[in-house]
């Protein structure tokens, strides 16, 4: 191992993080102590990413079965699969929340970096007097939320938000908010500070048309600046459109191809059939 490698142990009981221990609605990992500006230019360009015979077992029963790719740096590569095929499991064991067998490494061109997560879904009590504001204080700085936007993250807060189009609704409780513009909200959190490594767990869920289109530009975006992006996604179509590559994740890997080579109808049935035949 390199010094500009960083890996999970194939017997971690615990699968220890990356870079840090993510908590279940975590936002950006970093090593960095100073925020970057959310629409600068990364000083780096994104890792390469290797999963080796990952597995994972709980219980009885099997979640990930000696699941082997490579993302490339400063690619999108999406991951696909029918619902309970270990897409979001896989992403756990990756940033340290879930135990594992097999070696998780990220080859970094240089320092580690920064890695940034968006989750699926944010579940809160949508009673809470939390504003949109708050909400990107409390993921975002280290200052106490319940003190306001910290001036040391305030310009990369509000530049975030502006990219995804809320910048018009910061003082907006964020249980007032659609599901839509509440994952745009998630959208930017995921942005500072400036990640090189990108985890996107289904982010195009609950967005509407206007988000699908902030969404896609982002991506060029990300794509334009070298950021690796590991996005898990339902949308096919999407995906054929905009991924540079794809793996089909059925508890095993299934295929690992161009969009073109992978989502033939073929290697499709395979992927969503219940149990899995065999590699295409």
Known sequence: MTANEKLIDAQSPVGASL???AVDQ????STDTTPSR?????LRAGPTLDFAEVSLTLGRTTILDNVTFQVQPG?????VGPNGGGKSSLIKTLLGQMPHQGRLSLQWPGAPGTIGYVPQALEFDRGLPMTVDDFMAAMCQRRPAFLGLS?????????????????????RRMGALSGGERQRVLLAQGLIPAPQ??????????????????FERLLGDWRQRGITVLWIEH??????RLADRVTGLNRRVLFDATPD???????LLTLFSTHPRSAV
């Open 197 to 214: 490594l990108l985890v996107l767990d289904e982010p195009m869920s609950a967005l509407d048309e206007a988000g699908i289109q902030v």
């Open 38 to 42: 959310a629409g600068s230019l990364p």
């Open 26 to 29: 975590s936002t950006s990992v």
């Open 19 to 21: 870079l840090a221990k």
């Open 151 to 171: 001036k040391h993250y305030a310009a990369a807060i509000g530049e975030a938000l502006e990219r995804v189009g809320m910048q018009d609704k910061r003082k």
């Open 75 to 79: 690619s999108v590569h999406a991951l």
């Open 235 to 240: 949308d096919l179509e999407a995906v054929g």
């Open 261 to 267: 080579e992978a989502l033939t109808p073929e290697r």
